[in-house]
């Protein structure tokens, strides 16, 4: 099952992949100060806010270990184990499926704050945030699991046994697997999509009807803004490999460029929002975090 695919010069492999790691410790490490910084501050542990927000923010460095290390790996060994290779895709799309799950929650959670400000304390507790949390792996890990089990019904047990280029279209590659990646993709996204468009609608509404704290309404709205345009970026993953066929068939010549740019593009980019959302404009995170880079 070897794959014939033409080899980047050694300069120009070296640069994609010390651009890709470069980018990812710097992005793990200020994802890792915000962890940090949520695990030395009681304040944090009892808001659903906060708590939803950094499992985002370690579900995100997962995934970026995850790319750039199989990116990196890729280059160096080129084939792996099918085994080894399903067990990498499986926590793979869990993470993946996991970002936009975890954004509908965020969204509902500030439509409740703003909208049912009185039932908030009530409805989101910190115990429910950690069961929704549960939740949110359970939905992810069905679509991934079935994955392996589609290919185990389909393909001899000896594939387990060859090696492959480990990536998503070489590995699953049946029409089961596309048609159960239709059905999925559209039933996740469409459900995230609806819930981020409701929650915002509700919460602009409630911002203009409101007399006292519109500022409280209006950030939240921007914060359900951000996470739409974080969406849209995750939803890159989605759409790369027509993207990919397409820019290839135009210029055959860079299509290792291509793969690389949108590597960077649709798993390292929209890594980077989640700390700014929340580093930038949250005033509570914002000052521990100075206070941190400050050693005070």
Known sequence: MNITIPRDPFSEAFMKNFISVALGLIINYINGTFVLVFLKNDIFHRDPRYILYIHLVINDMIMLSISVGLQVATYIVRFFNVSVCCVVLFFASMVTKNTPLNLACMAIERYIA???PLHHSQICTAQRTYILICFIWT???????SDILIMTSAQP???FSTNILCHTSYVYNSWQHAVKDTVVNVVYLSFVWITLIVTYLKVLFAANAAVSDKTSAKKSRNTILLHGFQLLLCMLSYVTPLLSSTLENLYPQSRTTIIFILFLLANILP???SPLIYGVRDKQFAQRIRLYFCCK
């Open 114 to 116: 703003i909208c049912k």
């Open 139 to 145: 939905m992810s890990t069905a679509p991934a699991l």
């Open 157 to 159: 047990v000896t594939i």
């Open 271 to 273: 890594r980077l929002l």
